[in-house]
Nanobody
Framework: QVQLVESGGGLVQAGGSLRLSCAAS????????MGWYRQAPGKQRELVAA???????NDAGSVKGRFTISRDNAEKMVYLQMNSLNPEDTAVYYC???????????????WGQGTQVTVSS
């Protein structure tokens, strides 16, 4: 059974930094794109950043220049380095990965349980 487990969330003051980590586990043939989404209270879930298996990245305009996504393919990990945090970044952050299981024809999206990030002003 595939699991994605996030860690690294917490409470930080405005201007501070946090680093989120997400570990994929289970019997996995291949991990394609991995990414981070966030959902603030009363708002829709939105893409923060994504990274392909080859290292190409895409991020939301609101975090450009402040957040950096990276991954370790060997360890099946994805990271989100968040700098210059502001209260508008407060949300539950979710890890996601498009994963192909052995002997399966199609890859599916899997989600972590989420980790809370709270930025105080």
């Amino acid at each position: 059974q595939v699991q994605l487990v996030e860690s690294g969330g917490g409470l930080v003051q405005a201007g501070g930094s946090l680093r989120l980590s997400c570990a994929a586990s289970g019997i996995i043939f291949r991990i394609n794109t991995m990414g981070w989404y966030r959902q603030a209270p009363g708002k829709q879930r939105e893409l923060v950043a994504a990274i392909t298996s080859g290292g190409d990245t895409n991020d939301a305009g609101s975090v450009k220049g402040r957040f950096t996504i990276s991954r370790d393919n060997a360890e099946k990990m994805v990271y989100l380095q968040m700098n210059s945090l502001n209260p508008e970044d407060t949300a539950v952050y979710y890890c996601t990965a498009n994963i192909l299981l052995p002997a399966r024809p199609v890859a599916y999206d899997y989600w972590g349980q989420g980790t809370q990030v709270t930025v105080s002003s």
